[in-house]
């Protein structure tokens, strides 16, 4: 394994398959706020790819355009083999459930809004209810759920269409940090059930190096890329990599870089 302050020889994404591509991308809001300038980004198939920046760096911008929510004002997002972005899962920091609907009924969302019927999906529902914990809670109404089971549920509906590509958006800023690091070992569980690659804003070092092989250094004021932290510690994390040596020593990198973000 390399040391962790090393650049790696070989990426760890190296023999991937490519699964998205970003290229020269600008934002620009009213003519004059530049988000993002010339944002290259390439999305590899199986990445945990972090982006780590100090606020107002353009990371949910980058995450909305990769959503087709914002269109881009220069550049391109090329999908490459034969994935589109029908092909993706989203979770916000709140995680907005309907709150007249019980948590399979949340859940059902996206099946709904692709045409299929209750009935057709009720297994697929079922299991990913299992896999977040709260299969006991599907008959539950929102209200009735703590913060951290609310983004299960949230989190069960990104993953309940088995997309190949989930983009979260700082879910777990909100949550206290046992229920966070909680949701962040079961995250990397059903990453690796399902089978997806996740792209995940945050701007915690501590959370993007246990989450991540990739982590993308983004400065503001413009918005770009600043540098790529590799973790190459193998997966599954669990609390022996939390407290690890190897973990602090990544923790580290990634926080030098994040300083060097804010200063540039
Ligand atoms: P981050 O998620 O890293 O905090 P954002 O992507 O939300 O950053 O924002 C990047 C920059 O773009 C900020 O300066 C923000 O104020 C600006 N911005 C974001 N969305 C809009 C919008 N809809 N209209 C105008 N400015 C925006
Ligand atoms: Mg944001």
């Not at 006991?136 to 951290?148: D, V, W």
Request: proline share 5%; net charge neutral; with cysteine.
């Amino acid at each position: 394994m390399n040391a962790p302050n090393a650049v790696a020889e070989t990426p760890v994404f190296a023999d991937r398959p490519e699964l998205l591509r970003l290229s020269g991308v600008d934002k620009v809001f009213g003519g004059e706020v530049v988000a993002l300038k010339d944002l290259n980004l390439d999305v590899r198939q199986g990445d945990f790819m972090s982006l780590l920046g100090p606020s107002g760096c353009g990371k949910s911008t980058a995450l909305r355009i990769i959503a087709d929510l914002l269109h881009p004002t220069r550049g391109t997002v090329e999908w490459a083999g034969g994935h589109t972005k029908d092909d993706l899962g989203v979770v916000f920091q709140e995680p907005t459930l309907m709150p007249w609907a019980t948590v399979s009924k949340n859940v059902y969302l996206p099946f709904r809004l692709r045409g299929k019927s209750y009935n057709s999906v009720r297994d697929d529902i079922l299991e990913v209810l299992k896999l977040v914990g709260l299969e006991k809670f599907q008959n539950a109404y929102p209200r009735e759920l703590s913060g951290g089971m609310k983004m299960r549920v949230s989190i069960a509906r990104a993953m309940v269409t088995r997309p190949r590509l989930i983009l979260m958006d700082e879910p777990f800023a909100a949550l206290d940090e046992i229920t966070r690091f909680k949701l962040n070992n079961d995250l990397l569980a059903l990453k690796s059930k399902i089978n997806c690659t996740v792209i995940f804003v945050t701007h915690s070092v501590f959370e993007s190096v246990f989450l991540s092989d990739r982590i993308v250094v983004m400065a503001a004021r413009p918005g770009r890329v600043l540098r790529e932290v590799q973790v190459d510690a193998p997966y599954p994390r669990d609390e022996v990599f939390r407290t690890s040596a190897e973990y602090a020593a990544h923790c580290r990198a990634a926080s030098d870089a994040l300083h060097e973000a804010m200063e540039v």
